[in-house]
């Protein structure tokens, strides 16, 4: 069964210091793995695409990567603007659906 | 504008009652996708839409029905609306990938339904 693990559920940083949110999937052939912005009340915002292992995307101060079985999105030295939900979908070449998970809760403290 | 817009925003309805949500899009995608977002539970797929003729039942579509009225326009229907369908609710569309190249979705913004 496709499914995606994100973790950890919650994170506080202080303005400036770095870290990493995981993203776990199980899915019978990767199509692509995705990564959203959501903020309070709006819909997920489109933030990369990973195909293959290996594959590296970076934009301002986000950079996902991906292995086989598991997906990093690191933030270097975040700003309060940074603070949103984070979610993670993936895609199988079986069948056309998205599967998300519960997203992280970023929070940077000023 | 914004490209992907759903209506109504907010909506309380009561318990039996039959709703209907719209979603219309500008942006000349074919795909277009209902979910809806619990805490704790994430988004999951309701039904979804490759173009006008063709329906596919999500991940939940249990209580639910859709409408692919024209390449742009998609509408999600509760005949009879039950307390535990309360969520967020959200259209996506994608386009169809050349290559695989970009298969990403965007979202609209959202409508909060409350059925009581």
């Known amino acids: 069964e496709d499914q995606v693990t994100q973790s950890p559920e919650a994170l506080r940083l202080q303005e400036g210091e770095s870290s990493s949110l995981n993203c776990s999937y199980t899915?019978?052939?990767?199509?692509?793995l995705f990564w959203y912005r959501q903020d309070p009340g709006k819909g997920p915002e489109f933030l990369f695409t990973?195909?293959?292992a290996g594959e590296e995307k970076e934009k301002e101060r986000l950079k996902a990567t991906l292995t086989k079985k598991e997906s990093f999105l690191h933030i270097t030295a975040p700003k309060p603007e940074d603070s949103a939900t984070y979610l993670c979908?993936?895609?199988?070449?079986?069948?056309?659906?998205?599967?998300f998970g519960t997203g992280t809760s970023l929070t940077v403290i000023p | 504008d914004a490209d992907v817009t759903q209506t109504p925003r907010n909506r309380i309805t009561k318990t039996g009652k039959r709703i209907m949500l719209e979603c219309s899009q500008t942006?000349?995608?074919?795909?277009m996708y209902w979910y809806r977002q619990d805490p704790g539970l994430g988004l999951r797929l309701i039904y979804y839409?490759?173009?006008?003729?063709?329906?596919n039942k999500g991940e939940i579509s249990d209580g639910y029905s859709v409408s692919r009225q024209a390449q742009a326009k998609f509408s999600l229907s509760l005949e009879s609306a039950i307390p535990n369908q309360t969520a967020l609710y959200f259209c996506?569309?994608?386009?169809?990938?050349?290559?695989?190249?970009?298969?990403?979705?965007?979202f609209g913004p959202g409508t909060r339904l409350t059925v009581l």
């Open positions: 839409s490759f173009d006008v003729k063709d329906i």
């Open positions: 996506a569309t994608s386009d169809r990938s050349s290559g695989g190249a970009r298969n990403e979705q965007f």
């Open positions: 990973l195909y293959s």
């Open positions: 979908a993936v895609q199988a070449f079986t069948g056309n659906q998205f599967y």
């Open positions: 899915v019978s052939g990767l199509r692509g």
């Open positions: 942006k000349g995608h074919d795909r």
